[in-house]
C-alpha cells in the first residue's frame, strides 16, 4: 500500500468556522508533511513530524494547529482562517531514516475560507 | 542556499514528439534530486529521483533524467509523449538528513494532438 489519504477532498468554511483536515498512511513512513499549495505554484511546507514529534514549522499562523496523534494519521485544525488561507492542502510522508526522503503526497484537500 | 530554477514556465509539444523540461539546482554538496508531476487539482507523484551512483535515472511512465554535475542540471526527458502526460512538473531538492525539499517554481507541459 502505498497510499495517502486525505479527507475531505473539498471543504468550505467560514472565517469563525472550526474544521480539521485528516491524513492517513499505513507505509511506515515515520514522517508526515503538511503543505500548503497555491494555484499555479509549488507546495510550501507549513509542517513536519518526525516520531510523532513536531520538528519543523516553518513560521505557520497559529490558526493552523497540527496533530499527529499516531504513527499513521496527521491531522491539520484549522480556526479563524482567513480568506488568503484558501488553498490546496496537501499532506506527505517519507521515511526519515537512511538516504531516501522522497515523499509520497496524498490528492489533497481543497479549502475555500468564505 | 539551495534553489531549484526551472526555466520554462510551460512547455507546448505534439503527441509522439520527444520532451526534454529543464532544471538547474544550486547546492554546496551532493544533492538528493526529484522530479515530480501533478495533474489538475491532483496530490504529487514521484517520477524518479538521483541520490548517487548512474547519472542517467530511469522513473516510471517512461521518463529518465540525467544527472551533470558540471553543469548542476537534472533535465527530464521522454522520448515520445502522451496526451496524458499532460500535467505540472516539479523538480526539486534535498540534502542529507533534512527533512526540507525545496521545489522549483514548475514548468506546465501542454499537449497537442
Known amino acids: 500500500d502505498t497510499e495517502v489519504t486525505q479527507t475531505p477532498k473539498h471543504l468550505v468554511m467560514g472565517m469563525t468556522n472550526k474544521k480539521s483536515l485528516k491524513c492517513e498512511q499505513h507505509?511506515?513512513?515515520?514522517?508526515m508533511y503538511w503543505y500548503k499549495q497555491k494555484a499555479k505554484k509549488p507546495p510550501e511546507l507549513m509542517f513536519v513530524y518526525s516520531y510523532e514529534k513536531l520538528s519543523i514549522n516553518e513560521s505557520v499562523p497559529s490558526r493552523f494547529s497540527p496533530e499527529c496523534p499516531n504513527s499513521s494519521l496527521l491531522n491539520l485544525h484549522l480556526h479563524a482562517l482567513q480568506p488568503e488561507d484558501s488553498a490546496l492542502y496537501l499532506c506527505?510522508?517519507?521515511?526519515?531514516?537512511?538516504?531516501?526522503?522522497?515523499?509520497?503526497f496524498g490528492p489533497g484537500t481543497r479549502l475555500t475560507v468564505t | 542556499a539551495q534553489s531549484v530554477t526551472q526555466p520554462d514556465i510551460h512547455i507546448t509539444v505534439s503527441e509522439g514528439a520527444s520532451l526534454e523540461l529543464r532544471c538547474n539546482y544550486s547546492y554546496g554538496a551532493t544533492p538528493y534530486l526529484f522530479w515530480y508531476v501533478q495533474s489538475p487539482g491532483q496530490g504529487l507523484q514521484l517520477l524518479l529521483k538521483?541520490?548517487?551512483?548512474?547519472?542517467l535515472v530511469q522513473g516510471i511512465k517512461g521518463f529518465e533524467a540525467e544527472f551533470k554535475r558540471s553543469q548542476s542540471s537534472f533535465n527530464l526527458r521522454k522520448p515520445s509523449v502522451h496526451w496524458s502526460d499532460a500535467a505540472e512538473y516539479f523538480c526539486?531538492?534535498?540534502?542529507?538528513?533534512?527533512?526540507?525539499?525545496?521545489f522549483g517554481a514548475g514548468t506546465r507541459l501542454f499537449v497537442k494532438a
Open positions: 538521483y541520490f548517487s551512483g548512474d547519472t
Open positions: 526539486a531538492v534535498g540534502r542529507t538528513g533534512g527533512f526540507k525539499t525545496i
Open positions: 507505509m511506515g513512513h515515520r514522517a
Open positions: 506527505a510522508s517519507s521515511h526519515n531514516t537512511g538516504s531516501s526522503y522522497e515523499q509520497y
